[in-house]
């Protein structure tokens, strides 16, 4: 496949000239264009520029407020939320952060809702300035109606991702960040752009037979990871970032969209944890703990997640992304 090869500097301007060419403000701009530039720095193909794409259409299909400002709530004492107002998540959560620091660091444990907020990034890029902080994070976002529970045929969760880390003292922090989906859609499309069979187990056609055609599944259902482990955690997605904070399951994201193709609507829990306020004076000598806990994985051979972007983003910080040419000229176009 054809690629184009640009700096992070030029993946940033032409981003921000994309967002702002289309309407949003600065200040959403400027968040959204850091987190598509930080997922194609990680080698995150799926959440990087390619997003930008889905961002115009959702935003031209009158689903995303281009300038709503974030309203932040002190709900309780371990408890913010920031009400994104119909736009994108990320500047609500910008905002947000540190008064879910301030209330961690306080009472050792806090949670951050992110309210009636289209969703469309990679869950990491949210929960590494907490772990940069020293604490240990959860997130996890419904999305649309398009995986099936297991043993059932019909899309009702959405892709669901769940994110974890754990903050470590000299190295870049232990990261998980998956789809409770056997992968996330965003794979799928590009699977679907690029022409690619997918692998077996991604999902079903229209008829609820297994499928390796990606427009086949796309139409049809997607698959959770591991039957119904996944299909678990999907529905506990479901609960903890749709009713329990009082925002929209995927099923409701996907009848409100009304077949306009656009990006989730809804609703982003994150829990923060800080391990001195457990801890204490003891907090080191626990910590060095979790550090032979990873030692051990690695001296099997076994690699850690987030392992693989962290050592993808010196190399683009370096070397530029390299992007299929027909994606550079569908983002090229929709800035003109
Ligand atoms: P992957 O299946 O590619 O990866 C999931 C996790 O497993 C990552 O942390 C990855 O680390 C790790 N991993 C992968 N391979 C290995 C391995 N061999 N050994 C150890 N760890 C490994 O991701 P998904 O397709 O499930 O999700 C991709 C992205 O899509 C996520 O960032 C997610 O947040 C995003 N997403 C967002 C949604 C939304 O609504 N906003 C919905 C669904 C997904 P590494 O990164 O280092 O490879
Ligand atoms: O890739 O499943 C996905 C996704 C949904 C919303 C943002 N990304």
Request: one cysteine or more; a negative charge; charged letters at 20%.
């Amino acid at each position: 496949m054809e690629t184009v090869n640009l700096s992070l500097a030029e993946a940033y301007q032409l981003a921000l000239r994309v967002l702002t060419h289309n309407g949003f403000s600065a200040a959403h701009a400027r968040a959204m264009v850091a987190n598509v530039c930080g997922g194609e720095r990680d080698g995150c193909a799926s959440h990087g520029l390619y997003r930008l794409l889905g961002c115009v259409h959702t935003l031209r299909a009158g689903k995303v407020s281009p300038d709503a400002l974030p309203r932040l709530e002190d709900k309780a004492p371990a408890v913010v939320r920031a009400d994104a107002g119909g736009a994108f998540s990320l500047l609500a959560l910008e905002q947000a952060l540190p008064l879910l620091v301030e209330k961690t660091r306080r009472c050792g444990i806090a949670a951050l809702a992110i309210n009636h907020c289209v969703h469309f990034s990679a869950l990491w890029a949210d929960i590494e300035p907490l772990t940069e902080q020293g604490l240990v994070a959860l997130a996890c976002t419904p999305s649309h109606a398009w995986v099936a529970p297991a043993g059932g045929t019909r899309p009702l969760f959405g892709t669901n991702p769940i994110a974890f880390g754990w903050p470590r003292a000299s190295q870049p922090p232990f990261i998980f960040d998956m789809a409770t989906s056997a992968a996330a859609r965003g794979e799928i499309e590009l699977h679907r752009r690029a022409g690619k069979a997918l692998p077996p187990g991604w999902g079903i056609d229209g008829a609820g037979r297994p499928s390796t055609d990606a427009a086949a599944v796309l139409d049809g259902a997607m698959l959770t990871f591991g039957g119904h482990k996944g299909s678990a955690l999907a529905a506990m997605v479901e609960l903890i970032a749709g009713p329990l904070i009082g925002d929209m399951t995927s099923q409701e994201s996907l009848e409100y969209d009304a077949g306009a193709g656009g990006l989730p609507m809804g609703g982003e829990l994150i829990i923060a944890l800080d391990p001195w306020r457990f801890l204490g004076d003891e907090t080191a000598q626990h910590l060095a703990r979790a550090e032979a806990l990873f030692s051990g994985m690695q001296a099997q051979g076994a690699r850690l997640p987030g392992e693989r972007r962290y050592q993808a983003r010196p190399v683009s910080e370096a070397q530029g992304v390299n992007i299929p040419r027909a994606l550079y000229e569908d983002i090229v176009a929709l800035g003109q």
